[in-house]
């Protein structure tokens, strides 16, 4: 039987090089969108979640690398593999080429494959034996003449998040699908699958028993992040779920998800309850955008009503869009920020290869020679109208800070929706809500000892005194436990040496992990 090693790009990853930035990191919190704020930075590992969902879904005997160095990579492979399976991305582009010319020299006989976002590219053609531009799953199993299966496997992928160099709970990871209907001009993830949305798990029923099949022995609730680009587009299959998710009374499923605000106007706000929705990713983009998912909706109003029931908001907004000059794209950043998100993620305006922006910029001559690892989100990839390239790359920084300045740390500003959740439902006649009410206080109690640190180094005087008002107002609303207060004398220490840590490795890299599938280990592995 053929043997198959699927691998991520490897490390250092992080750091300054002629294939890498800062900015191509394996942690999107911190990278992404809690950068500018220091020891409270949201920290987790993002491993390749397509490399286990296609490896858990071969009958071949399947190994899985997350982020090899270049030797751990080269030792595994001389135990001479059949196909060697490379993901990436455009800015990752340089690192999958170094490993296509290290396979090609220690292993000759093995075959390439290039798969991922990355292949929009056309010239990856060049350095591998088969370039996969479709669903994984299908394209392994028709390359290597397996029957097709009705039902695909939910791999368990755990992760978890750190603040302070605490570790919080674990969260399952599910994919459910690919693509996007939407068709948005800049979106590769849509434009990759021709605006198509590619079910991974089909109906509402195989997606509740994937959440419900996460390995979540000890937790009083399943914590699950779904992979899928607007999740709750698909009415009928969330309507299948609703139902399956709201009887799991004893230990209640609590998701996050990618969306959209146009999917969540679909449902009632007891309906998003009942399915188990705890946090959102949702594109706000620019209030000028007249993208279909945004039209005729108040995003105030809709953001407003899922914190007031202590569903936690993202908020994606875009930098550079034509209409943007000085006084517009400040406009846009004050928008954003009166949303009052728990998290914000800002992005240049970014046109990549087989997008309709990409297309535009193209044919207009306005697409900037820029190198591949650039292509990340915070540099500048065409000549703006009315904002030169410095300013725009300027801005992302300056606008992460300022974020922090006006809003304060992402990680107060859940216990503050929480808290509210709380207050809202915790006397509802409906028991399910009551137990997540429950949940809600037991996070603001383990939240509650960062706040007085978080007052002491808070960004502004504003900031001071929201997060002065909401100590006082937690403390009202329960009774501080003996474990929090002694927790809170502990949190000083913490931050000092997170800081501490931070400046001595600033760019700290990822395990590598070793997962085989069909074989008679399962489990991580050091590095060699």
């Known amino acids: ?12 990853l992080g750091v300054e090089s002629e294939t ?21 930075s949201i920290r987790s590992v993002c491993t390749g979640w397509g490399q286990e969902f296609i490896a858990a879904n071969l009958d071949a005997p399947t190994t899985v690398l997350h982020y090899p160095t270049e030797r751990r990579f080269i030792h595994e492979l001389k135990k001479g593999y059949d196909f060697v399976g490379i993901g990436f991305v455009i800015c990752t582009f340089p690192k999958a080429i170094e490993l296509c010319k290290i396979a090609k020299r220690v292993s000759p006989k093995t075959k390439i494959v290039l798969g991922g976002y990355g ?13 996969c531009r479709e669903e994984g799953v299908a394209f392994f199993k028709r390359l290597l003449g397996e029957s097709t299966r009705a039902r695909l496997i939910s791999p368990p992928i755990i992760r978890r998040l750190k603040v302070l160099s605490i570790t919080t709970r674990p969260e399952a990871i599910i994919a459910t699908g690919l693509g996007c209907s939407r068709g948005c001009e800049f979106c590769c993830t849509s434009h990759f699958y021709d605006r198509q949305h590619i079910p991974l798990l ?9 959440m419900c099949s996460a390995p979540f022995q000890r937790a009083s609730f399943r914590n699950i992040g779904v992979i899928d680009e607007d ?13 399956l998710n709201a009887a799991e009374i004893d230990k209640p499923i609590l998701f996050s998800c990618l969306t959209s605000l146009k999917s969540i106007a679909q449902y009632t706000i007891d309906e998003l309850l009942s399915m188990g929705l705890a ?24 953001l407003d009503q899922l914190k007031q029931v202590g569903i936690i908001p993202l908020t994606s907004m875009i930098i550079g869009y034509d209409w943007h000059d000085e006084r517009t794209i400040e406009e846009d950043f004050q928008y954003l920020w009166s949303l009052r998100p728990a998290f914000s993620q800002l992005m240049i305006y970014s046109p990549c290869p087989g997008t309709p922006l990409y297309e535009q910029m193209q044919k207009k001559g306005r697409l900037r020679s820029v190198p591949y690892k650039n292509v990340d989100g915070f540099h500048a990839l065409f000549e703006h109208p009315y904002l030169s390239t410095e ?3 300027s801005l992302v920084k300056e606008f992460f800070r300022r974020e922090y300045e006006e809003l304060g740390p992402s990680v107060c500003r859940v216990l503050e929706i929480e808290l509210q959740g709380y207050k809202t439902l915790c006397n509802h006649p409906n028991t399910l809500f009551r137990i997540r009410a429950r949940e809600y206080k037991k996070f603001c109690l383990e939240i509650y000892p960062l706040l007085k640190t978080a007052i002491r180094r808070a960004p502004s005087e504003k900031v001071q005194r929201t997060l002065r008002a909401l100590k006082e107002e937690v403390e009202e609303t329960f009774k501080i436990p003996l474990t929090a207060i002694m927790k809170e004398a502990a949190v000083p220490f913490l ?20 997962h085989q599938y069909r074989s008679s280990s399962l489990g991580a592995s050091a590095d060699l």
Not at 20 to 40: D, K
Not at 279 to 302: C, F, M, P, T
Not at 501 to 508: A, G
Request: charged share 25%; with cysteine.
């Open 391 to 393: 300013r725009l790359e």
């Open 202 to 210: 089909k109906t509402g029923r195989e997606i509740h028993e994937a």
């Open 495 to 514: 931050a000092m040496y997170t800081d501490v840590k931070d400046h001595i490795f600033p760019h700290p890299q990822p395990p590598t992990l070793v």
């Open 1 to 12: 039987m053929k043997r198959i090693l699927l691998t991520t790009i490897h490390r250092p």
């Open 279 to 302: 946090g959102v990713w949702v594109g706000i983009e620019s209030r000028r955008a007249q993208y279909d998912k945004l039209k005729g909706l108040n995003a105030h109003g809709i």
């Open 231 to 243: 999740f709750l587009a698909d009415r009928n299959r969330i309507d299948e779920m609703i139902p």
């Open 119 to 131: 292949t929009v590219l056309g010239e990856c053609d060049q350095y591998a034996d088969y370039v």
């Open 20 to 40: 890498c930035t800062e900015n191509i990191q394996v942690e999107m919190y911190h990278a992404q969108v809690t950068l500018a704020q220091g020891p409270f």
